[in-house]
Each structure stands twice: as structure tokens, then as C-alpha cells.
């Protein structure tokens, strides 16, 4: 039997980003059973329905779509930013879901991480990501629910994770994604 592939996209561009640090953990526990792809976002042109109306689809949007296609789940790493979404999230979320009738994420088991160095975890991130990715009909698993507050103490300066207790319930949040997904 083929390999399921995940494509873990990080809603942070910053070079030492927390949620990126969260996301090669799991990414590492996932890939025990899963091609792991981590997707590149950043260099999406900002949504313009002119570039499919007329014909000049950009081709880093043609390459994302052909990789968000081939995805069998999908997991979205992110901070809060202004009690929303980043920017980079929505954008790739439009793009994958046009042309009108080619939604990519249509029935994609997908799970929501929210990491922040502050002290509610990115929640109101991770319930503004949730709104557009239930109406994009992917199959998202609501429970157990990952708000990682006061990141700035969980990882060393490499960026690993040095907190057991996150380590432990990272590690049961990861259980539960591979059990939605199968
Ligand atoms: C534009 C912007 C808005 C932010 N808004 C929030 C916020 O609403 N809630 C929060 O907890 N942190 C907020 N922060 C702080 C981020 O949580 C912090 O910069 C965090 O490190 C970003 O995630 P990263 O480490 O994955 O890059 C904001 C940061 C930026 C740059």
C-alpha cells in the first residue's frame, strides 16, 4: 500500500518560529508512518482571481496546487496574529480553492496547532483558521484541541522541544491525528 502523504503548513515565515519548531516535532513523529511534506507558502503572490480569469496563473501557484492536490491530510501549524489568522495561511487557502469548482482541500482530514509565546496559545488563530477550512469542507478533527501557550520556554535555541509534558501531549495529539486520518 502506498505511503499517505501529510503536508504540514506553518503559518509563520519568521526564521526562529515557535510554530515551525512545533511543527518539525510533530513532523518528525508523523513521518514514523507518513510522507511528510512541509509546504512552502511564502512565495505565493497575494489572491488575484484576474491571473485564472485571464490566463496568467502564476506558476508558483500552479506548483502549489499540483502539491496541495497529491496531499492525503493536511496539518496547519500557526501563531495568532491580531486574534486572527496569518496572512500566509488565508492566502494559500484562497489559491487552493480556486478556480471556482476545483477545491483542493475538499474532504481532507486536517488538524489546527496554535503555538504562541503568549498565554492563550494562539486560540482565537487556531477558531479564525477553523471557519474557512470547515467551509472548505476539509474533514477537520476538533479534539484533542493544541493551544501551546508560553512557547518561548518550551524549546532549547535549536529549536527542539525540551518540555516533557508538551513532548507527552504532542505526542497523543499525534496518536489521535494518525487515527483520524486512517
Ligand atoms: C503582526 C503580529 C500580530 C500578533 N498578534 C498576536 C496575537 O493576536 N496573539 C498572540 O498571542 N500573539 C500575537 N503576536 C505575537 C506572536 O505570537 C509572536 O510573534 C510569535 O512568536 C509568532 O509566532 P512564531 O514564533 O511561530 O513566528 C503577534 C505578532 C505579530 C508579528
Not at 11 to 34: C, D, F, M, P
Not at 104 to 114: E, I, T, Y
Not at 121 to 144: C, D, E, K
Request: one cysteine or more; aromatic letters at 10%; charged letters at 20%.
Amino acid at each position: 500500500m502506498e505511503t499517505k502523504s501529510i503536508g504540514i503548513f506553518v503559518g509563520s515565515l519568521r526564521k526562529g518560529a515557535y510554530s515551525k519548531s512545533t511543527a518539525n516535532y510533530i513532523g518528525q513523529a508523523l513521518a514514523r508512518h507518513y510522507q511528510v511534506v512541509f509546504v512552502e507558502m511564502g512565495n505565493l503572490l497575494l489572491f488575484n482571481q484576474d491571473y485564472d480569469d485571464e490566463g496568467t496563473t502564476p506558476a508558483q501557484w500552479v506548483a502549489f496546487r499540483s502539491q496541495v492536490g497529491q496531499l492525503d491530510a493536511c496539518l496547519f501549524v500557526t501563531p495568532e496574529y491580531n486574534r486572527s489568522m496569518p496572512a500566509v495561511l488565508k492566502n494559500a487557502l484562497d489559491i487552493g480553492s480556486r478556480p471556482y469548482g476545483c477545491n483542493l482541500w475538499d474532504g481532507k482530514p486536517a488538524a489546527v496547532v496554535g503555538v504562541s509565546p503568549g498565554r492563550i496559545g494562539g486560540a482565537m488563530g487556531v477558531g479564525a483558521l477553523r471557519v474557512p477550512l470547515a467551509f472548505l469542507n476539509l474533514r477537520l478533527m476538533m479534539q484533542p484541541e493544541v493551544y501551546l501557550s508560553d512557547a518561548a520556554e518550551l524549546f532549547n535555541e535549536q529549536g527542539e522541544l525540551t518540555n516533557a509534558s508538551t513532548a507527552k501531549f504532542l505526542d497523543r495529539f499525534v496518536d489521535a491525528f494518525e487515527r483520524w486520518i486512517g
